[in-house]
């Protein structure tokens, strides 16, 4: 019986975050996004954020994001620098190709800062891709 069930993989999403000039608050913000880099949309697209490390713990963000279209990304949430000492976890769950998929993406405690920028597809920002 456990062999017939399939979980399928999430395959060419990702989150970044991204440290980018905001022009509402005239300083340099890190912001999270979803990335679809799939040929094909996702919808139904839900994200669970929160940080972590043993016993401090952030409080938990819900994102009902909807539909993202094929190569294109959406901004999730404002990632605050005092919760960059935490580990940071992004739950994502989406249905493309009449399945559900779920995918954990986590940012390792001290791995946001400047010196881990790097070029991201589709948003040609500098930032850092979730593991």
Not at 15 to 41: C, G, M, Q
Not at 67 to 93: C, D, G, H, M
Request: aromatic share 12%; glycine share 4%; charged share 30%.
């Amino acid at each position: 019986m456990k062999k017939d069930i399939e979980i399928p993989v999430a395959k060419d999403v990702h989150v970044a975050i991204v440290h980018e000039w905001s022009e509402e608050f005239l300083s340099k913000d890190w912001n999270a996004y979803i990335i679809n880099n799939r040929t094909t949309p996702i919808d139904m697209v839900l994200i669970v954020s929160k940080g972590y490390d043993g016993t401090t713990k952030t409080s938990t963000m819900r994102h009902g994001i909807g539909f993202i279209a094929p190569k294109s990304f959406e901004k999730i949430e404002l990632v605050q620098e005092e919760v960059f000492k935490l580990t940071n976890e992004f739950f994502v769950t989406f249905f493309a190709e009449d399945k559900l998929f779920e995918r954990k993406y986590i940012f390792p405690k001290n791995s946001i800062s400047e010196k881990n920028l790097t070029s991201l597809p589709l948003l040609e920002k500098d930032g850092i891709l979730a593991e």
